[in-house]
Each structure stands twice: as structure tokens, then as C-alpha cells.
């Protein structure tokens, strides 16, 4: 069975500073990683994905997100956080063909100015 | 592109009448949609894969008879919410592959509908 875990419920960092949010998940074969954003009465909004190749990912806004295949991680990370980056950030795996997408609990990120 | 609109974003109804949300794929072709339900500062909960032409595939422990999907046409995809109960109240959220799109595809999802049951 695939599953998604963020452990921390709550991400503070102050405006400026780098920001990561923590991802691990568990599949069988090859994983397809997303992590998406939401604001708060909005549906999400895809950020970025790892299908294959190289380990950094590269997406909106910033963000990018390092694919770990020994330690089963796929961090969001940005090198500078911005107020506006405060939301709500949902890590999503998919694993081989048929099998549906399974979304994170989700981290709430507060970026303080 | 890929823009997905879902209606109504808020909806207030009493107890015991039925509500419809629609899911509307704006610039693309959806034959997949999927609805998620989102309780309060928890993740979403996959209900049911909506897939046009053919009756919808319902999670477990999701009442079918309660929760109606239609998904008639390649752009849009409803969901009923029949004989509500404030139980039911909760952020109702879509969302749809396009049609052709490689399976590692990300989904689009609507803004959500956020349901009250009075």
C-alpha cells in the first residue's frame, strides 16, 4: 500500500530565511512525488513533481524539492521564505499504473515577517 | 491553461435537502475526475473516481446512494449530496486528469465547495 507521511504539522520560519517541509512516503516500485499548495478556501495548486532523472526538482514560485531514494524523502525546500509562502503544503505519491494518488496530511507553513 | 471550476464555492443548505456541485474543466478534456472531501486541518479524503460515460468507482466506506456522481459529458462532472445532515459538512474538492495525459501527470483541482448543513 503507498503511503504519505509529513511529520511535522507545523513549519514556522522567519521571512527571508531558507524553509523546508518534510515528505517520506512508502511504495512499491517507482515513485511519482508531487507536492502541491493550498490557500485557505482554494483547491490546490500543483508545485512540483519527480517522475525521473535528476534527484532536484525544480518548480513554481521558488521551490524545489530533493528526491531521496535511500531515506524514501522528498523535501520542499525554498532558499528564501516569503509571507506569501504561508499556506498549506500537501505531499502526494503515486505509485505504478492504477493506483491512485495519496496525498500527505499536510504542513502548515507560517512565514513570519 | 488546465483550469478547473467548481461550483458553488459556498453553499449553505438545510437538513434533509440535496445539493449539487459541479466540477467543469475549462480548457481540456477530463474523461477522469475525482472528488475529495477535506475535513478541517487534515488531508483529503479520496470519495470517488468520476469517469465519463460509466458509473463512478466509490472508496470504501463512501455511501454511493448519498454521494450521486454524474459525469456526462468530457468537461464536467457533478456530485449530489443527497437528504444533507450537518455531518455532512465539510470542503468538497474536485479535480480532473486530461484525457491523453501521460499517468505521471499532476491533477488540476477546483477551488472547492465549502458545504453547510444546517
Known amino acids: 500500500a503507498q503511503s504519505v507521511a509529513q511529520p511535522e504539522d507545523q513549519v514556522n520560519v522567519a521571512e527571508g530565511n531558507p524553509l523546508t517541509v518534510k515528505c517520506t512516503y512508502s511504495v512499491s516500485g517507482n515513485p511519482y512525488l508531487f507536492w502541491y499548495v493550498q490557500y485557505p478556501n482554494r483547491g490546490l495548486q500543483f508545485l512540483l513533481k519527480?517522475?525521473?532523472?535528476?534527484?532536484l526538482v525544480k518548480g513554481s514560485y521558488g521551490f524545489e524539492a530533493e528526491f531521496n531514494k535511500s531515506q524514501t524523502s522528498f523535501h520542499l525546500k525554498k532558499p528564501s521564505a516569503l509571507v506569501s509562502d504561508s499556506a498549506l503544503y500537501f505531499c502526494a505519491v503515486r505509485g505504478g499504473y492504477g493506483q491512485n494518488f495519496v496525498f500527505g496530511p499536510g504542513t502548515r507553513l507560517s512565514v513570519l515577517p | 491553461g488546465a483550469v478547473v471550476s467548481q461550483h458553488p464555492s459556498r453553499v449553505i443548505c438545510k437538513s434533509g435537502t440535496s445539493v449539487k456541485i459541479e466540477c467543469r474543466s475549462l480548457d481540456f478534456q477530463a474523461t477522469t475526475m475525482f472528488w475529495y472531501r477535506q475535513f478541517p486541518k487534515q488531508s483529503l479524503m479520496l470519495m470517488a473516481t468520476s469517469n465519463e460515460g460509466s458509473k463512478a468507482t466509490y472508496e470504501q466506506g463512501v455511501e454511493k446512494d448519498k454521494f450521486l456522481i454524474n459525469h456526462a459529458s468530457l468537461t464536467l462532472s457533478t456530485l449530489t449530496v443527497t437528504s444533507a445532515h450537518p455531518e455532512d459538512s465539510s470542503f468538497y474538492i474536485c479535480s480532473a486528469r486530461e484525457t491523453g495525459s501521460s499517468y505521471n501527470s499532476p491533477l488540476h483541482f477546483g477551488n472547492g465547495t465549502r458545504l453547510t448543513v444546517t
Open positions: 519527480y517522475i525521473t532523472g535528476d534527484n
